[in-house]
């Protein structure tokens, strides 16, 4: 533990990155939703994307915006100037409760008096001596609705997140197999998850995002798992192009949507497995047959299995096989 908090401390530092900084400006821009976004969650044929990845990727339109008010900090003040956002370890929320855009709710999300805990974070590193501002303290007092709703159980502790358990980090980040026992608890969550942003109380003073290139695509709010299921690897590209979800690949992501599949309890649903038994990816085989499993009868899983459970050469395809059979 004392290496992994001088690591952290480490990082928190900006010197380690830049030697020559001497000032760090966090800029966070606001992307409240319009309306409900755990709403996709009563609709078990369709799909749940968290409300960031419905529009443009994020990194872009930042970037521009940091680059720009860069450019105007070097211009007035002669200083050097480096940007931020996402693309080197910045512990941003760190920093950003240090400059006082707000605190690190008892979700470790940055959580704002203004604007709720809807925000994106970037930082601007230069060699300008500026004014610190004042650091903002902790709001959250007794709450806990944010560790509570949590399908998978992710939070050990108040400010404490597992990121194996988390739904974000296994829909997205995730390269393997997804754990059986956590599963269940994705429901029809493809691509992130909004459930501990969206129950914070502090969202009561959350805005609606203004910024016209963050304005949410609505034909991806909820759509259908079965449209979803027969993605192509160019198809997928097409339709998520300059999303965020476009970075997951395609076979990470139908393996997120047949798990939604399975979760569905929508036996027609099961034409969508079926059809992916055979499929390229390991990801999706293995994940076809776990859906398969659970919205069909042993003896329609047995017809399916004939030649194939045999013949597979992925070990952890035959582990779902054999864990259907044993269910």
Known sequence: MEWMAETAERRADPRVLWPDVKSVLLLGLN????????????????????????????????????????????????????????????????????????WQGKHTVLVSREFGNWLFLGAIFTTAELPA?????????????????????????PYQLDARRCISYLTIEHKGHIPPDLREGIGNRIFGCDDCLAVCPWNKFAQVGREVRLQQREDLAALPLADLARLDDAAFRAFFAGTPIKRTGRDRFVRNVLIAIGNSGDERLAVEAERLLDDASPLVRAMAVWALAHLTSPQVLAAHAKGRSENETDPQVRAEWEAAYAA
């Open 31 to 102: 992307y409240g939703p319009s309306g409900d976004p755990l709403a996709a969650l009563q609709l078990k044929d369709r799909a749940s994307i968290a409300v960031y990845a419905r529009n443009r990727d994020y990194h872009d339109v930042i970037k521009g915006k940091l680059k720009e008010a860069a450019g105007f900090l070097a211009a007035k003040g002669g200083s050097d100037v480096k940007v931020f956002v996402d693309t080197a370890p910045v512990m941003e929320k760190t920093l950003a409760e240090a400059a006082g855009l707000g």
């Open 133 to 157: 501002d004042a650091s903002e303290k902790d709001h959250c007092g007794s709450c806990r609705r944010c560790l509570d709703i949590c399908p998978t159980k992710a939070f050990p502790a």
